[in-house]
């Protein structure tokens, strides 16, 4: 099976070279495949997008979408490829009828022609069909930028954080959308932030400051942890993190929502945490051990990384 997307020791700067958005990424995505992009702000995933999507130039490396390439095949790209990009960015004082009749006729088709690839997600916003595009609801939004990237029956389909700033019912319709696209037989490669999105995915690379960290299954990149991984509360959560990590028997601690996730030397022993945390004068301490998520195994690589 051909590989719809290749990418080859690609890097990008910006500011006559200070900034460097990639550094050397590589990594390819299969036909029919639901690839995600997962880092935070800031890591180089938008950039990632624009020169897959042939807006912007690669300082160096190469990169192939669909058998063509970025550089010399942008014009053919265009006419294969949808791109939903981070930012609305759509025609705010067109209708929602409007917008999607304006694209089809950009790519020479039209909305009927390929009404079954966005039948299912248009049906949810023909109510509203009528109203600008600038007054929807952000998730109202989001259905109407995926059906304008789709209306001309791409081959691969690039989604630049899709989900960011939009409610979390909306973020879940908005998956079991990709779900049914990529039944269709369309390649998906989508950038997030949200590490809990990553396990909807076929295969994910976690990205940090324009490196790639891994690329795995979510699954596997979880079965790699390697270590015993603790969940800790106590009564003042804000000191037990800095005591958590002052601590020597501590290897790792991170906030996670009303917990901290700890990892331990091997020879630590959890009931002598528990008296020193006690000796310390923190009260209501529990702790009990957890399965990794993605967004640990994120943190333990970046944080080698680093070192």
């Not at 910006?14 to 995505?29: D, P």
């Not at 025609?91 to 917008?99: F, M």
């Not at 248009?122 to 109510?127: A, L, M, N, S, V």
């Not at 020597?248 to 020879?267: A, L, N, R, W, Y």
């Amino acid at each position: 099976m051909m590989n719809a997307i290749e990418v080859e020791n690609i890097t990008k700067s910006y500011g006559k070279g200070k900034i460097k958005a990639l550094r050397g990424i590589s990594f390819n995505v299969k036909q029919g495949e639901l690839f995600g992009i997962i880092g935070p702000d800031g890591a180089g995933k938008t950039t990632l997008f624009r020169l897959l999507t042939t807006l912007l130039l690669p300082d160096s490396g190469s990169a192939t979408v669909d058998g063509l390439d970025v550089v010399k095949d942008y014009k053919a790209i265009r006419q294969q490829v949808g791109y939903m990009p981070g930012r609305f960015s759509l025609y705010q004082d067109l209708s929602v009828e409007e917008n999607l009749d304006f694209f089809a006729t950009v790519f020479q088709t039209t909305v009927k022609e390929n009404y079954h690839l966005i039948e299912d997600i248009y049906k949810q916003i023909e109510p509203f069909k009528t109203r600008k595009a600038g007054a929807l609801s952000g998730g109202m939004k989001q259905k109407l930028a995926l059906c304008c990237a789709l209306v001309h029956k791409p081959n691969v389909l690039f989604l630049d954080e899709p989900t960011t700033g939009v409610d979390p019912v909306s973020r879940k319709e908005f998956w079991e959308m990709l779900k049914r696209l990529k039944m269709q037989g369309i390649t998906i490669l989508v950038s997030t932030p949200y590490m809990d999105e990553a396990t909807l995915c076929d295969r994910i690379a976690l990205i940090q400051h324009g490196q790639l960290l891994q690329i795995d299954t979510p699954q596997q990149i979880i079965n790699g942890y390697g270590q015993l991984l603790w969940a800790v509360h106590a009564k003042n959560m804000y000191r037990l993190l800095n005591d958590l990590r002052q601590h020597p028997q501590i290897t790792s601690c991170f906030g996670f929502g009303d917990v901290h996730h700890i990892t331990m030397k091997e020879d630590a022993d959890k009931d002598k945490l528990l008296v020193d945390l006690a000796e310390r004068g923190h009260e209501e301490v529990e702790m009990h051990p957890i399965e990794a998520t993605i967004e640990d195994c994120y943190m333990k690589l970046a944080v080698s990384k680093n070192e």
